[in-house]
């Protein structure tokens, strides 16, 4: 069975420009080989792209949604990766097609809220990028966005984000790989009042905005897993099996699988969206067996009778799931 990936529509664009932005960071223009408008996208959304090695992608969106003549992504070239960044940056050329899903929003800007909290680590920027722009074109809510990253020379558009038009909007912060220098986001998070956060990053950043936001409000709290990277690798993975518990039928999930995949290769359709643990729709219920969760959408007390199998394992040799109608 085809990958939820290779099930997504697919169009060719050009490779309008591309130009590295910081050390080891690579900003890449798309546009319709006719001229053609791209379809509209809202703040937030990401593409899906094939790289040049055939390996799937996604990429936020990062420049104003008004712009219907080009998408912008940022690319890490991640040199311990797979090798699908490396690939785009290394094997591509301006006039080069690649092939681009239309764009999809799994961290959309919701509700109505009094003030956004924006917290970017690193590359996360991207889709925060997206918001900031549209926030400005449309007058709206106030915002306060804290951007954290290791070096200046590695933070994507900190010129642009050091200008004038944002003093007292933007906090930029270098920890230079000491940990002792973190920035303390807590006196930002301490007091809701009526804000929404939207945290992008690295899941250790994403785990610690979690933990300091458990007073928060559930709906008013947003993450997007920037790379979809996990505090446990596909190569320490065990395999286990999950029995449904309508048919009694168990299905392996091998190492480096996602019980979401399992399931989808043995017939099985399960609501998905993000495949990053982070929007919910693969919530299923969790009726025996220990689960290893991975997500950042449960509470602790909805881990005991729900697991998000797009992401999340077992430590149990068995889990024992009841898929939704």
Not at 129 to 140: F, N, P, Q, V
Not at 273 to 290: A, D, M, N, P, V
Request: hydrophobic share 35%.
């Amino acid at each position: 069975m085809a990958s939820p990936s290779e099930k997504v529509p697919m169009n060719e664009l050009v490779v309008s420009a591309l130009d590295a932005i910081a050390d080891g960071i690579y900003r890449v223009e798309l546009a319709d080989p006719e001229g053609n408008d791209l379809p509209e996208f809202t703040p937030g959304a990401h593409v899906r792209l094939e790289t040049p090695s055939g390996q799937m992608r996604h990429y936020s969106l990062c420049n104003d949604p008004d712009e219907q003549a080009r998408y912008v992504i940022a690319v890490k070239r991640e040199e311990e990766g797979t090798g699908g960044s490396k690939s785009l940056v290394d094997e591509t050329r301006v006039g080069d097609r690649l092939k681009v899903s239309a764009p999809h929003n799994d961290f959309e800007l919701t509700g109505n809220p009094a003030r956004y909290i924006f917290i970017a680590g690193g590359i996360g920027i991207t889709p925060i990028l997206s918001m900031i722009y549209h926030l400005k074109a449309t007058g709206g809510k106030p915002f306060k966005l804290y951007y954290l990253s290791r070096e200046p020379s590695q933070t994507a558009f900190l010129e642009e984000l050091s200008a004038p038009e944002y003093r007292g909007k933007v906090v930029i912060h270098h920890d230079h790989g000491n940990p002792d220098n973190s920035y303390d986001l807590w006196p930002a998070l301490e007091q809701p009042k009526g804000a929404h956060i939207y945290c992008c990053g690295p899941r250790g950043l994403m785990e610690a905005v979690r933990d300091m936001t458990g007073h928060w409000t559930p709906s008013s709290v947003h993450f997007e897993d920037f790379g979809k990277s996990h505090s446990t690798s596909a190569a320490e993975d065990t395999p286990f099996t999950v029995r449904l518990h309508k048919t009694g039928e168990a299905v392996p999930v091998p190492a480096g699988v996602s019980i979401l995949e399992a399931l989808r290769v043995n017939g099985h359709h399960v609501p998905y969206s993000c495949e990053s643990g982070t929007c919910g729709s693969c919530r299923t219920r969790l009726l025996e067996g220990e689960a290893e969760h991975r997500d950042l959408v449960l509470s602790e007390a909805e881990r005991q009778d729900n697991i998000m199998v797009c992401v999340s394992r077992a430590r149990s040799k068995e889990l024992l799931i009841d898929l939704p109608e």
